[in-house]
Each structure stands twice: as structure tokens, then as C-alpha cells.
């Protein structure tokens, strides 16, 4: 079985920076990438970036590409997002996903996610 637990969430002022870390345990494939979506109260899920487990091709949001940069550490099964330039709309619980279909963008593509971390941007 699969587990994802998210860390480094926090309260941050706008213009400054966060990492997330997602760290994976149990049973990966080659085919597997790990997805990082948001969700801010009274909206829907949406996607904020994606790196591929083994090519390491990378997928981003318009909203976030210039200021986040998705990275995995495949030694420790650990993925990053660097959050630099934060803005109040960045705000929101921030959750990964670990899954092998396409698109990396859509949230149907991951069967395994984390508990969420929560992201607050002060302006």
C-alpha cells in the first residue's frame, strides 16, 4: 500500500517563498508521477504542477509556471515544490497525488494522495 504524507505548509507574507515535500512509502512504478493540486475554500481542486517518476518531465499551471518549480529526490522517494513569489490567491490546502495514467494535470490520473498541507499567503 501506498502512503504520501505532506509536509511544510505554513504561514507565509505575500512575495515569499514555502517548499512542500511529498514523501512516498510502499510500492512505486517506473511509470508513476506525483501531482501537486491545491484546493481554496468554496472552489474546485486544480492542478499546480507534475513531474514524471522516472524521465523527470515536468507539467505546470499557468497560474504558478515563473514562480514554482516541482523536483524529486528518487533516493529518498520525496518530491518538492518551491513556492517562491507567493501571492494571497495562492492560498489554499495543498495535496499530492502518485499515479501512473495521463494527463498528469487531471486529478483522475493519481490513485494515491496525501492528507494535505495548508498554504496561507497574508497580502
Known amino acids: 500500500q501506498v502512503q504520501l504524507v505532506e509536509s511544510g505548509g505554513g504561514l507565509v507574507q505575500a512575495g515569499g517563498s514555502l517548499r512542500l515535500s511529498c514523501a512516498a512509502s510502499?510500492?512505486?512504478?517506473?511509470?508513476?508521477?506525483m501531482g501537486w493540486f491545491r484546493q481554496a475554500p468554496g472552489k474546485e481542486r486544480e492542478f499546480v504542477a507534475a513531474i514524471d517518476w522516472t524521465f523527470r518531465a515536468t507539467y505546470y499551471a499557468d497560474s504558478v509556471k515563473g514562480r514554482f518549480t516541482i523536483s524529486r529526490d528518487n533516493a529518498k522517494n520525496t518530491v518538492y515544490l518551491q513556492m517562491n513569489s507567493l501571492k494571497s490567491d495562492d492560498t489554499a490546502v495543498y495535496s499530492c497525488g502518485l499515479g501512473a495514467r495521463h494527463p498528469r494535470t487531471r486529478a483522475t490520473s493519481y490513485d494515491y494522495w496525501g492528507q494535505g498541507t495548508q498554504v496561507t499567503v497574508s497580502s
Open positions: 510502499g510500492r512505486t512504478s517506473s511509470e508513476d508521477a
